[in-house]
């Protein structure tokens, strides 16, 4: 299975001219604070490795903008799953070394909000002194893919290759920690997709990094209840700005036998239309 | 209260195999958090936002001078006329009680809502020397006569469904043949069987809601009233709290309870707001002639010296637990101990043992639902994560999942290590799930397999191709 799945037909027919995305143009003015700032893709840990289409995808939503876009080599993971088990010592290695990585640079972006959220809210709850001062520093430089693109960028992506509906699901760091709830939305209507909502659209999935593995019959429960509002919105595609909830409802959805898809944000942004969505074999191999 | 904490994950797995419960679970799952969300608009999100921050300041300036102001409220009550008693540790609040019952030689007490009293175990040691014990809350009443522990610090028997409490009363109440077909049937007969025991009862225990410094009052509120019953009715009053209630000023209690009953059941005000000064005065026509305090300490100072003494600023409203879709999946009962849901999840390990409780501050996702409607501004969520970190830094956390993580740290540290290896295992998983794009079987990643599928990855780390591309 390709593209948009093929339940859920494209509002245009992607041809090998209009796949993908369409550049912004040369001239779009770029809003003043960004120009000659330099912007680093915080890729994420799950986007660098399950799913490169979404950093792919970011990468070029950003350079569309008209962002001068870095991808420093020396990042890892921003270190939540040591924090949430509370490996303190663990987490507090990594926050500093990823400090250092993107300290440099005047803008943070990253396709998730509970990464950013890290970044930005518990790096300097979880540091002190000097390097307390640093996250904060650099926290008020961390922004969440859509945010940063609609709050900052005041960018309009227009993918050519739209998916005639879709549903939208909040991830909860993004949502709470960095009150992303209306940027991707207005991407989308933008965009010309008009996202539809779940009921509980506030309740979390179940994903919650480690708590997925450790209490699993549990998240489980969470996940049916959410799937379960996602098909009274009567469609196929559901779609988060966070790879995690993206990865475990795609997961329990198999296992419960369904085949909707589930995609980033950023993919659906970007019109990235040659990848199969979440969990879904290559074509030809379904 | 026994304790069966470790046993988190077996209890939740039985209450999400019972269907009925699951759907009353799912139910009020909904409905609490829309009746919170209208009260708090209808009385301005903004105000009610306000006056979080107002009690909050309270709640601290109160704990920061606990001493002060519990050394007030005792004096001022004992002007009152009341007795005030402190109990260190729940063995000695049972006592206290217990021997207050044997000097006015009490067969009989009825007891009005107290979550101290559950933590304390009250009744088995009331039982133990053959008093009587009859709950008169509601919810409190349904789950001793069928023989229940709380699932809920404020609707005690919301686990049940309406069929089971049916049943429970025709089983229960021996009244002859007749339908309860309806809540507001099964409620007239609850009174009915309970006015008389309000009647015999030679002593009333109670709790309280706040406990104020400046006129050594207690306030109580209640939708039902038996507080008030439990309190006027029977010769001897006991009120049972712990110390952690104390307010310097009633109108410290007026803006605390605004908040209170909004985020508990969303409604602007309880049918019953009660405060109780002390013993009948000459001229009164009624009330208790005997009034005693029992304040309960059972580690809440040390909790106040602890990184955790935020958690003492709670006010026992439950909105935390209406709001935790944890709690609703897994049900109160799984929690194994008087406090479920996020705020019994921190507490239960900080008033019995983290080992034993060691379970509970998993049992959270992050979400911070609860910490967005909690009215004390409590950080459930960072709470919860300390105590995983103290669980981890003294090894209680299983060692498995300890060495998994400093593993996975340590390699975040190693860049290049990190990517060599992190590039190979994604390919390996590319490849194990190329048919069906996600894997089924992975050694280690069992957790997560037991319930769904690993989406596979799509091939190359994103850093590799990128690397790949921009060297080219
Ligand atoms: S922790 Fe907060 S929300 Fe939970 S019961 Fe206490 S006051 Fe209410």
Partial sequence: MSGYGDKSPFSETPSPETQGHDASSPDRQLPTRLVGKRVALFVTCLADLMRPSVARASLQLLEDAGCDVHVPQDQTCCGQPAYNSGDYPGAMGIAQQTI?????????????????????????????GEW??????????????????????????????????????????????LGVREQPRALLRNAGIEPRELDQRDVCCGFGGTF??????????????????????????????????LLALAGRARRLGSDVEFRHVAEVLAGTADVPGIAHAESGQD | MEQHSRDFLRRADEALAEPERAANRAALGLFMPLLRDQAVEAFDSQAFQGLRDQVEAIRRHSLDNLGHYLEQFIGQARENGNQVHLARDGDELNAIVLDICTQVEAQRVAKGKSMVTEETGLNAALEAADIKVRETDLGEYIIQEAGETPSHIVGPALH???????????????LGERDLDSAAAMVAEARQVLREEFLAADVGVIGSNALIAENGYSMLVTNEGNGDLCANLPKTLIICTSI????????????????????????????????YSGPRREGDIDGPVETHFVLLDNRRTELLASDYREMLQCIRCGACLNHCPVYMSAGGHAYGWVYPGPMGSVLTPLLTSLDEAEALPHACTACGRCEEVCPANIPLPDLLRDLRAEAFAEGISARRWRFGIRLHSWLARHPTLYRQITRIAVRVMHRLGRDRGFIRYLPLAGGWLQARELPSPEGDSFLASYRKEHKS
Wanted: with cysteine; glycine share 4%; net charge negative.
């Fill in chain 2, 160 to 174: 049940k469904p309406e069929a089971e409490i049916r049943e429970l009363f025709l089983e229960r109440h021996d």
């Fill in chain 1, 100 to 128: 250092e990585t993107f300290e440099p640079f005047d803008f943070v972006v990253a396709p998730s909000g509970s990464c950013a959220g890290m970044l930005k809210c518990h790096y300097p709850k979880l540091l002190a």
């Fill in chain 1, 132 to 177: 307390r001062e640093r996250a904060q520093a650099l926290g008020e430089r961390v922004f969440e893919l859509t945010q940063f693109l609609q709050d900052v960028c005041v960018y309009t992506p227009t993918p050519s290759v739209k998916p005639a509906a879709l549903t939208y699901h909040d991830s909860c760091a993004g949502l709470r920690e």
């Fill in chain 1, 212 to 245: 997925c593995a450790k209490m699993p019959a549990i998240s489980a429960k969470m996940a049916d209840d959410k799937l379960l509002e996602f098909s009274k919105t009567d469609n196929d595609l559901l779609v988060a700005g966070d790879l995690g909830c």
């Fill in chain 2, 244 to 275: 952690d209630r104390v307010l310097p000023r009633p109108e410290d209690a007026m803006a605390m309870l605004r908040l209170l009953v909004r985020s508990t059941t969303g409604q602007a005000v309880t049918c019953y707001t009660s405060f």
